[in-house]
């Protein structure tokens, strides 16, 4: 494959908003412009080209990206004499040329399915000298963006996706049309692709789609996900975990997998977003309250030690307080070990922006209290479980505010602290599972100690 010669040696930075699919996709393009023989940097500000990784589901990504991509135009001119500035993702797919609406600095615009191109659409808006935008935003007949190359953020762990595109078109979402309708990669593919990575050193992989419980039903005619999940088990690889899981479509093998597989780690995303049936069925959630309460019994009926994590969303129009009494009621039935909460953010363009809603914002942002403090009350209860114990942890690095700690994740996607042993280096043990004995529990970490040899 050939690349642009006017690429070679120009500095580049990646920026990302969003969800892990857009991480992926940040690593592929890293990678694509890593072998066009650019280099990359930290900071956009020194950077030739600056790519801005988008997500559009909530309205506050718009605004970050408005506000980082509109510091470009003040930002010091590079050493080359011009920088170019892209934007991909799922803005890009949604609003294409508009962008420049938005963004006056903005030379090309990339949508989803339109990674490969990138290389192209640079070369050319450096041959245009910032007079037009270039634009490809086509998303049929495209390839997985999983076949280009990838400079991945961490050694040890790596980003798969098996599917894209959601079928579901909840009434709040944009994925659907920003994504596509759903579309699975092949079994062999996947498979081979964690082989490569486990002969790579990868010791965790992550499984990506906005709805992999849906897996493989535009291939093979039916969900095929717990039969993945057993076909990538057999790999060999460490630890599997797998986001995004639709509630409507969990099905029992996939429990059972969940279940019997032990690199398959015990930890589950399940996003419920209401706990009232009537709201439910207003996001077309295809699942009502009952529902979900009784698949939750059955994974910890299958999995009693399961962490399970959600989203919420609050003040969905015409959300009543007897509404939001029925979400705090199921959070606690449920007993998730965290969750992520959100006011709802009107998506143009979703059946959803279309719906009257009079509640005052001071109500809502009363509920989002609410819930947020009994969401931090279930995440202490929960780590209190794991004091004492021996937790299995996937070294990430050292800590923010103190490089003699390290930092990791537990098989339940807790996060562990524990101190540098005295005679060990911290690079020893980034990339390698230790054992930690668990000797404070606090609301968002784990602290303790190591025990035994890392591995």
């Given at each position: 494959?050939?690349?642009?010669?006017v690429?070679?040696?120009?500095?580049?930075?990646?920026?990302?908003?969003?969800c892990?699919?857009?991480?992926?996709?940040?690593?592929?393009?890293?990678?694509?412009?890593?072998?066009c023989?650019?280099?990359?940097?930290?900071?956009?500000?020194?950077?030739d080209?600056?790519?801005?990784?988008?997500?559009?589901?909530?309205?506050?990504?718009?605004?970050?990206?408005?506000?980082?991509?509109?510091?470009?135009?003040?930002?010091?001119?590079?050493?080359?004499?011009?920088?170019?500035?892209?934007?991909?993702?799922?803005?890009?797919?949604?609003?294409?040329?508009?962008?420049?609406?938005?963004?006056?600095?903005?030379?090309?615009?990339?949508?989803?399915s339109?990674?490969?191109?990138?290389?192209?659409?640079?070369?050319?808006?450096?041959?245009?000298?910032?007079?037009?935008?270039?634009?490809?935003t086509?998303?049929?007949?495209?390839?997985?963006?999983?076949?280009?190359?990838?400079?991945?953020?961490?050694?040890?762990?790596?980003?798969?996706?098996?599917?894209?595109?959601?079928?579901?078109?909840?009434?709040?979402?944009?994925?659907?049309?920003?994504?596509?309708?759903?579309?699975?990669?092949?079994?062999?593919?996947?498979?081979?692709?964690?082989?490569?990575?486990?002969?790579?050193?990868?010791?965790?992989?992550?499984?990506?789609?906005?709805?992999?419980?849906?897996?493989?039903?535009?291939?093979?005619?039916?969900?095929?996900?717990?039969?993945?999940?057993?076909?990538?088990?057999?790999?060999?690889?460490?630890?599997?975990?797998?986001?995004s899981?639709?509630?409507?479509?969990?099905?029992?093998?996939?429990?059972?997998?969940?279940?019997?597989?032990?690199?398959?780690?015990?930890?589950?995303?399940?996003?419920?977003?209401?706990?009232?049936?009537?709201?439910?069925?207003?996001?077309?959630?295809s699942?009502?309250?009952?529902?979900?309460?009784d698949?939750?019994?059955?994974?910890?009926?299958?999995?009693?030690?399961?962490?399970?994590?959600?989203?919420?969303?609050?003040?969905?129009?015409?959300?009543?307080?007897?509404?939001?009494?029925?979400?705090?009621s199921?959070?606690?039935e449920?007993a998730?070990?965290?969750?992520?909460?959100?006011?709802?953010?009107?998506?143009?363009?979703?059946?959803?922006?279309?719906?009257?809603?009079?509640?005052p914002?001071?109500?809502?942002?009363?509920?989002?209290?609410?819930?947020?403090?009994?969401v931090?009350?279930?995440?202490?209860?929960?780590?209190?479980?794991?004091?004492g114990?021996?937790?299995?942890?996937?070294?990430?690095?050292?800590?923010?505010?103190?490089?003699?700690?390290?930092?990791?994740?537990?098989?339940?996607?807790?996060?562990?602290?524990?101190?540098?042993?005295?005679?060990?280096?911290?690079?020893?043990?980034?990339?390698?599972?230790?054992?930690?004995?668990?000797?404070?529990?606090?609301?968002?970490?784990?602290?303790?100690?190591?025990?035994?040899?890392?591995?």
């Amino acid at each position: 494959m050939s690349h642009p010669p006017v690429l070679v040696g120009k500095t580049y930075c990646v920026r990302t908003f969003g969800c892990q699919m857009n991480l992926h996709d940040s690593e592929r393009v890293a990678g694509l412009l890593d072998e066009c023989g650019c280099i990359c940097v930290a900071e956009p500000e020194d950077a030739d080209i600056v790519v801005f990784m988008t997500c559009c589901v909530r309205e506050n990504a718009d605004q970050r990206l408005y506000g980082q991509a509109s510091a470009m135009v003040s930002a010091p001119t590079p050493p080359s004499g011009r920088r170019v500035v892209a934007i991909g993702g799922c803005i890009a797919q949604r609003d294409g040329e508009k962008i420049r609406e938005h963004i006056a600095c903005a030379d090309v615009v990339f949508g989803t399915s339109a990674l490969a191109s990138l290389p192209e659409l640079l070369a050319e808006a450096y041959e245009d000298d910032g007079h037009a935008v270039e634009v490809d935003t086509v998303e049929e007949g495209r390839p997985f963006s999983t076949d280009l190359p990838s400079r991945r953020e961490s050694p040890f762990h790596a980003w798969v996706p098996i599917m894209t595109g959601c079928n579901n078109f909840c009434t709040y979402c944009i994925v659907p049309y920003v994504r596509g309708r759903e579309k699975s990669r092949t079994m062999e593919s996947v498979v081979s692709e964690v082989e490569r990575l486990v002969a790579d050193g990868v010791h965790e992989v992550t499984l990506l789609g906005q709805n992999v419980n849906s897996y493989g039903r535009n291939i093979y005619g039916e969900p095929r996900f717990a039969e993945l999940l057993r076909a990538v088990s057999a790999t060999g690889v460490e630890r599997i975990r797998f986001t995004s899981s639709n509630p409507k479509d969990l099905s029992d093998e996939t429990i059972a997998a969940m279940a019997e597989l032990p690199n398959v780690m015990p930890h589950l995303h399940l996003a419920v977003q209401s706990g009232s049936t009537r709201v439910l069925r207003a996001m077309n959630r295809s699942y009502t309250r009952e529902e979900y309460l009784d698949l939750v019994r059955r994974l910890r009926a299958a999995l009693p030690d399961i962490a399970l994590s959600t989203d919420i969303i609050v003040g969905f129009p015409g959300e009543t307080e007897e509404d939001f009494q029925d979400t705090l009621s199921l959070v606690r039935e449920a007993a998730f070990s965290s969750a992520y909460t959100f006011i709802y953010s009107r998506r143009p363009g979703t059946p959803a922006a279309k719906m009257p809603d009079d509640t005052p914002h001071e109500v809502i942002q009363d509920r989002f209290d609410r819930l947020a403090a009994l969401v931090a009350e279930q995440a202490h209860d929960a780590n209190q479980a794991d004091l004492g114990k021996l937790v299995s942890v996937l070294v990430e690095g050292t800590s923010k505010r103190d490089d003699s700690v390290m930092v990791g994740h537990s098989e339940k996607n807790q996060t562990v602290h524990f101190p540098l042993p005295e005679g060990r280096t911290a690079d020893e043990l980034v990339g390698t599972v230790c054992d930690v004995r668990v000797e404070e529990a606090r609301t968002w970490y784990l602290r303790g100690s190591l025990e035994g040899e890392p591995r």
